[in-house]
């Protein structure tokens, strides 16, 4: 299986070493020996100027493999520099996106909006509107945002129109309740602008106020993440975080079909599977403001996120799925089969009396070859449509 990388921060004087090669793997005080591709001198410098300094950056990136969660080396960065410039002047969102999907969030949308302009003055903020039915659009055209609309109801659809019509470098997509810290925008981007990934995504189940999830929210989260852990063989932490940076690469090749607030799981399961670069950093969460209210519902919104990881599955994966479908059925022919082979005394009344048996365990092995063909199918079906959208989504050369 081909290898991801991911990133994470790790203490500077923490000696680590690798579980398959049992190598010391000790930090070392160069910059990494693999330069970020197509990075301003301004981004690097803003890469050199805050290693260690407040939450922008960690002191040193910790490299996974996110098939399993086995430390392959470390690297340190140089160290700071006495002539660091602040981050918030340096770097001012040219070519920056905050896109913003609201649908009812008049009493934050605005708050939202300053917030943002006020970490990135030059960056564009596109408010987009789905169908709300208060003075969403109201407050987010006094706030100075561009508005877009989408009517049909539902996240997916907002995200749909986010990657299909909004252009940029580098993305940010943020929720319009005022739950997540605007000024963790720098940290989040700076991985994507300095090559390290194509999406960084705020983790928020490290940190979070007691009224931020309500009580089942929370098992909920560990569920779907450890199923689309061990489906792709990944190691994140978060998969319905809100609060995402990503690079102009996702908005051009990440498919994303989920109509609800289902989403998340799509572009987490679509970046496994295209083996897009995805990495996190922790990001604190609030509770939502006094009078706001969550348009998640616990059961029905769970139930469509786990039906959407079964269809995944299904989709990406159709060798494991139809494959263990195939095993089960093989075990039930065997079970059916085993009166046949065991109870039998060998008279003529006995092998009548077991013929229908003999038919079940007969029509389930074959169904079980059946389902393993299908699979092996879909599965060499899936690599070269795979290999398709490999070479039609690569760049062109000027």
Excluded at 41 to 54: E, M, V
Excluded at 217 to 245: E, F, K, M, P, T
Aim: proline content about 7%; overall charge positive; aromatic content about 8%.
């Amino acid at each position: 299986m081909p290898v991801r990388l991911q990133y994470r921060p790790i203490p500077p004087n923490r000696v680590a070493y690798s579980r398959r090669s049992r190598v010391m793997l000790k930090p070392s005080c160069e910059p990494p020996t693999v330069a970020p591709l197509a990075v301003s001198s301004s981004i690097n410098h803003f890469l050199r100027s805050t290693q260690g300094k407040g939450p922008y950056m960690p002191a040193i990136p910790q490299l996974y493999c996110s098939t399993r969660k086995t430390v392959l080396r470390e690297v340190a960065a140089p160290p700071p520099t006495s002539n660091s410039m602040n981050t918030r002047t340096l770097f001012k969102g040219e070519g920056v996106a905050i896109l913003i999907p609201c649908f009812n969030e008049a009493q934050t949308i605005e708050k939202v909006v300053c917030d943002f302009r006020t970490e990135l003055p030059n960056a564009r903020i596109v408010v987009i509107d789905n169908a709300s039915t208060d003075d969403t659009v109201k407050a987010a055209l006094l706030s100075g945002a561009e508005i877009r609309h989408e009517p049909r109801r539902g996240k997916g659809y907002v995200v749909e129109q986010m990657l299909r019509e909004i252009d940029a470098d580098y993305f940010v997509m943020v929720d319009g309740d005022d739950t997540y810290p605007a000024s963790f925008v720098h940290q989040l981007l700076a991985p994507v602008m300095a090559g390290y990934a194509d999406m960084c995504v705020g983790a928020r189940l490290s940190s979070f106020d007691d009224a931020a999830f309500r009580p089942m929210h929370l098992i909920g989260n560990q569920l779907i993440r450890i199923l689309v852990n061990w489906i792709g063989q990944s190691n994140l932490s978060d998969i319905l975080s809100g609060y995402r940076a990503y690079s102009r690469r996702v908005a051009r090749e990440l498919p994303v079909t989920s109509p609800g607030f289902e989403v998340e799981t799509d572009m987490a399961f679509q970046m496994l599977y295209y083996q897009i670069h995805i990495t996190e950093i922790a990001v604190p969460y609030r509770a939502r403001p006094t009078g706001s209210k969550s348009k998640l519902r616990t059961f029905r919104d769970g139930a469509r996120v786990l039906w959407k990881i079964f269809t995944l599955l299904r989709s990406v994966k159709p060798l494991t799925f139809f494959g263990g479908i195939s095993v089960l059925l093989l075990l039930l022919g065997f079970a059916a089969a085993a009166p046949l082979l065991v109870g039998a005394s060998g008279a003529s009344d006995d092998y009548l009396q077991h013929i229908p048996e003999a038919i079940m365990a007969t029509g389930l092995v074959l169904l079980s070859f059946g389902f393993l063909f299908v699979g092996i199918v879909l599965h060499a079906v899936n690599w070269r449509l795979r290999e398709l959208h490999n070479v039609l989504t690569r760049p062109a050369r000027r």
